[in-house]
């Protein structure tokens, strides 16, 4: 049961997220999500989703001689970003406070 | 297999746009990364949405339009020359079951999808056929002339030598049925190759624009009759093999489940075929 509750962890966000404070190719989003955010993304997943965002504007791709292309968020993703994270923000804070008032309860 | 050659199979089951634009960036991860084989399969696994649900930013409308003409012109030649066949072996020997009128409108049925299917085919496909004729004569393009010119040329040769060959080897009750299987798979051969024709000329060719859109759109409707067409043949010929087996060889199921395998599977790949491309007509016309 606790595994379905992750899915906080979909990867189009975790791009998203990962891309939020500057450009990375695609290696480094991997780096950066396995280390800050503790999911490690498959090649296979990570450029299913980077095809995704593209298409739908969110991420942009920037000029480069190498293979490793960086990718960019664009002003739509950051606003995408910005609600979903608006919206878990408030359900985290609403679980906390009411964690605390039941384990408050029980404890007393 | 080394994990280079394991990455390139795997990249090679990926849409060609999608290879084209993101295949270089998988290897160089896959190769920053160490991946291993859990890698290498992970990127295999996601070519199948890949070509279901394409990238929209990767779509390349009048190549998907063209390709699926292509492919649908050929399947819908054939499915035509399925279709001319069943006519041919049932409703001209007049084959009907009394008590069972669904023979009959499935006879009707074929007769109308069949002819709308046609004439749908002919005019909306017309305009394209001009313009890329019109083309390949001002620019001396002399193979291109000859590919468009197949759909004319190939039917025409093909019932010249059928009335010759019926004249010389048929008697009084036509052709033995060895013949007719030999004239019947020059029928085909001869459909395909005036399909062929036209199909490569787009791929040499590559028109754009709205007489292509219109070929697309007409490729969808004219591929939605044959489907209708289609199922009346599979009514038509389960109806005469459960109600009128002593017709025509339909005792034994073999033959007939051949031929309504292949009239499915022609109608199939005709129905996706077309369908793409009238999608992309459609898109690319919004």
């Known amino acids: 049961?606790?595994?379905?509750?992750?899915?906080?962890?979909?990867?189009?966000?975790?791009?998203?997220?990962?891309?939020?404070?500057?450009?990375?190719?695609?290696?480094?989003?991997?780096?950066?999500?396995?280390?800050?955010?503790?999911?490690?993304?498959?090649?296979?997943?990570?450029?299913?989703?980077?095809?995704?965002?593209?298409?739908?504007?969110?991420?942009?791709?920037l000029e480069s001689d190498d293979r490793r292309r960086p990718y960019r968020i664009t002003a739509a993703g950051a606003e995408a970003l910005a609600m979903q994270s608006e919206r878990m923000s408030k359900v985290a804070s609403v679980a906390r406070e009411r964690l605390s008032t039941r384990l408050g309860w029980s404890g007393a | 297999m080394t994990r280079p050659s394991l990455t390139r199979a795997a990249?090679?089951?990926?849409?060609?746009?999608?290879?084209?634009?993101?295949?270089?960036?998988?290897?160089?991860?896959?190769?920053?990364?160490?991946?291993?084989?859990?890698?290498?399969?992970?990127?295999?696994?996601?070519?199948?949405?890949?070509?279901f649900w394409p990238p929209r930013h990767l779509h390349d409308r009048p190549a998907r339009m063209r390709a699926s003409l292509g492919t649908a012109l050929i399947f819908w030649s054939m499915l035509t020359g399925l279709g001319l066949v069943f006519a041919q072996l049932t409703q001209f020997q007049g084959f009907d079951v009394p008590g069972h009128p669904e023979i009959r409108w499935a006879y009707a049925v074929f007769d109308v999808t069949?002819?709308?299917?046609?004439?749908?085919?002919?005019?909306?496909?017309?305009?394209?056929?001009?313009?890329?004729?019109?083309?390949?004569?001002?620019?001396?393009?002399?193979?291109?002339?000859?590919?468009?010119?197949?759909?004319?040329?190939?039917?025409?040769?093909?019932?010249?030598v059928l009335v010759v060959t019926v004249r010389l080897v048929g008697g009084a009750n036509g052709v033995s049925p060895?013949?007719?299987?030999?004239?019947?798979?020059?029928?085909?051969?001869?459909?395909?190759?005036?399909?062929?024709?036209?199909?490569?000329?787009?791929?040499?060719?590559?028109p754009r624009g709205p007489a292509l859109r219109l070929a697309a759109a007409a490729g969808g409707?004219?591929?939605?009759?044959?489907?209708?067409?289609?199922?009346?043949?599979?009514?038509?010929?389960?109806?005469?093999?459960?109600w009128a087996p002593s017709f025509a060889g339909y005792r034994h199921g073999t033959v007939p489940g051949i031929y309504l395998a292949l009239v499915v599977a022609a109608a199939a790949v005709t129905t996706v075929s077309a369908a793409r491309g009238a999608r992309a007509a459609r898109h690319a016309g919004a």
Do not use: N
Not at chain 1, 31 to 54: N, P
């Open chain 1, 1 to 61: 049961m606790t595994d379905r509750l992750d899915r906080w962890a979909d990867p189009p966000l975790l791009v998203l997220a990962s891309l939020a404070d500057e450009p990375k190719h695609g290696y480094a989003i991997t780096q950066d999500v396995a280390q800050t955010m503790g999911v490690r993304l498959s090649a296979g997943t990570l450029y299913a989703v980077i095809a995704r965002l593209e298409a739908r504007g969110l991420i942009e791709p």
């Open chain 2, 114 to 160: 069949l002819a709308v299917s046609v004439l749908v085919a002919g005019f909306g496909g017309l305009p394209l056929w001009l313009l890329m004729l019109r083309r390949a004569r001002r620019e001396r393009r002399r193979r291109d002339t000859v590919y468009l010119l197949l759909p004319v040329i190939a039917p025409v040769t093909y019932l010249a």
């Open chain 2, 221 to 242: 409707v004219a591929a939605a009759a044959m489907a209708v067409a289609a199922t009346a043949i599979v009514v038509a010929v389960i109806g005469l093999c459960l």
């Open chain 2, 178 to 206: 060895w013949w007719f299987g030999v004239v019947t798979l020059a029928g085909f051969a001869a459909a395909a190759t005036a399909a062929a024709g036209p199909g490569l000329a787009l791929r040499r060719l590559q």
């Open chain 2, 11 to 51: 990249l090679a089951l990926y849409p060609p746009s999608w290879r084209a634009r993101y295949g270089d960036e998988v290897r160089a991860l896959l190769e920053d990364s160490g991946g291993g084989l859990a890698a290498v399969a992970s990127v295999a696994w996601r070519a199948l949405p890949a070509w």
